[in-house]
């Protein structure tokens, strides 16, 4: 089974929900523990990955927070998974070649590496914004 982390999954609801508020609304961690019923401690570390990776904005000071830095329409799951887990690959040779002792002689790699790429790329086409409200129709 092909699974993201709980991680992802909560950096997922999270901006599933300040995606679901005005444009620009500062958030703050409490508030988001608060809302969204996740643990704090996981909240503070998804936020922080969340703006290393230019995601979210981080504002301080008394009204300060989190925001989105972008609107959520132009947001891609892949954007989330790969700023949370990583870049996405289905085997370590897909994502990083020489990353294998037996890459020379892998008859499967080249399909590895085409099965990781349409994958990325279906998830670079699903905006955070389809993740906001009920799902729509299959694509």
């Known amino acids: 089974m092909i699974r993201v982390t709980k991680q992802t ?9 300040m995606g679901s508020r005005p444009n620009g609304q500062v958030h703050t961690a409490r508030e988001l523990t608060e809302e969204t019923g996740l643990p704090g401690p996981m909240v503070s ?35 989330l998974i790969e700023a949370l887990e ?5 085997t370590t040779c897909s994502i990083e ?20 790429r349409s994958i990325s790329e279906a998830l670079e086409r699903i905006p955070l ?7 729509s129709d299959p694509a």
Do not use: F
Not at 46 to 71: D, E, F, Q, T, W
Not at 86 to 90: E, F
């Open 86 to 90: 990583g870049p996405i690959g289905m």
């Open 45 to 79: 570390k998804i936020l922080k990955l969340l703006a290393r990776a230019g995601i979210i904005g981080s504002h301080r000071g008394v009204n300060g927070g989190y925001s989105l830095a972008r609107p959520v329409e132009e947001l891609s799951v892949a954007n």
């Open 129 to 135: 914004s389809d993740m906001v409200g009920p799902p």
């Open 9 to 17: 999954d909560y950096g997922m609801l999270m901006l599933a929900h």
């Open 97 to 116: 070649s020489g990353s294998c002792e037996h890459e020379d002689c892998c008859p499967v790699q080249s399909n590895w590496t085409r099965i990781s």
